[in-house]
């Protein structure tokens, strides 16, 4: 019987804890290793809309749909995550251009429905002012980012994962393969090494001499106090994007990544906030409770960096915007690829040499 592969995961967000759960359940020797706790730092301040909506290529919108599907598949092998199929209304551009979306993603096979003012307002009864014309996508989703996240690393804990607090200060490597990390003046080694430490990815990759070229936008999300239930789905309306959690906190941002803080990022929050309450009907009571302030790690052509990195043996990166849409795809590919050298077709795109330049 073959000695079980020893996989180094830095990073425990949404991307890093699939990775790890699927490397778990697979049978590798695992090892997370993040400087904060479950969830990472991008995942608690995420949206959480899962969805292949938004305009993007064809060949991103079948990533993103198939990575919907493994949603399904994550949540029957793992039951009780905290994941809602609640639909999304969508009336945040003109009408020519919520058309061409709806007809594009509609030839792709995607369930766009155009739907009037009355059928938004049985849809979302608690609007102020339902809009005249929006699309309506039934299949799309939602997943708590910090709990899921937190479930994938439990139960890959249960068969056999290590959890590390502490920072990767580098990459261990000789003879262009990496060998294992540096945390805390400490060498662990490892087969593979996975990078899945969303902004903290390029400094990491940097030791070893790959370069991870992402922008890291800042996104101001206003998270209310617990609530009485008044949104079902997903809103991307106009003027912000909005939902209500699990626990009854309506969360909003003027984009669904959030939007600019500003020069006072409080007073934008209650900007935010305020607009959010006007949009509601039964919202009177509805308290602000605290904003975040996330950085997104996305890569300058705006698409995923996922695979090997080219002439460095030993390590695997994974760093997105789309984490929460794509992360059950991500770990099963990743998975795939480290343990069996398998890369899934859907990939091709998106390997770290596209950027090398």
Not at 17 to 43: M, P
Not at 71 to 76: D, E, F, G, I, Y
Not at 156 to 185: D, F, P, Q, Y
Not at 321 to 340: K, M, N, Q, W, Y
Request: charged share 20%; proline share 6%; net charge negative.
């Amino acid at each position: 019987m073959s000695k079980a592969k020893e996989v180094i995961v830095i990073g425990a967000g949404i991307i890093g804890a699939s990775i790890a759960w699927h490397l778990a359940k697979a049978g590798a020797r695992v090892t997370v290793i993040a400087e904060s706790a479950a969830g990472g730092v991008a995942t608690p301040n995420s949206f959480a809309w899962i969805n292949a909506s938004w305009g993007n290529p064809e060949i991103y919108f079948r990533l993103r749909t198939r990575a919907m599907t493994e949603w399904t598949r994550l949540a029957k092998d793992l039951p009780g995550l905290p994941l809602a199929w609640c639909g999304s209304l969508c009336w945040d551009m003109p009408v020519d251009r919520l058309e061409a979306h709806a007809a594009e993603h509609s030839s792709w096979g995607y369930g766009v429905e155009r739907i009037g003012r009355e059928q938004a307002a049985r849809i979302e009864p608690n609007l102020v002012e339902p809009p005249d014309f929006a699309l309506h996508v039934a299949e799309e989703g939602v997943a708590e980012p910090v709990a899921t996240a937190k479930a994938l690393l439990a139960d890959a804990e249960r068969c056999g994962a290590r959890m590390m607090v502490g920072a990767v200060t580098a990459l261990v490597h000789s003879n262009g393969k990496v060998t294992g990390v540096e945390i805390s003046g400490q060498r662990i080694a490892a087969d593979e090494v996975v990078i899945a430490a969303g902004a903290g990815a390029p400094a990491i990759a940097a030791t070893a001499g790959v370069n991870l070229p992402i922008e890291t936008p800042a996104g101001l999300i206003v998270h209310s106090r617990p609530y009485k239930k008044l949104l079902n789905g997903l809103v991307m309306g106009e003027p912000l994007h909005m939902r209500q959690t699990l626990e009854g906190r309506i969360i909003a941002g003027s984009d669904f990544g959030g939007g600019d803080p500003g020069m006072d990022p409080e007073a934008t929050a209650r900007d935010l906030f305020a607009t959010a309450k006007s949009m509601l009907r039964g919202a009177d009571g509805l308290e602000l409770d605290f904003h975040t302030i996330g950085y997104r790690p996305t890569p300058i052509d705006g698409f995923p960096i996922i695979g090997r990195a080219e002439g460095v043996d030993g390590l695997y990166v994974a760093v997105m915007h789309s984490g929460i849409t794509l992360a059950p795809a991500v770990g099963l590919f990743a998975s795939r690829e480290i343990l069996d050298c398998e890369r899934d077709p859907l990939l091709a795109p998106y390997g770290v040499e596209r950027l090398a330049q």
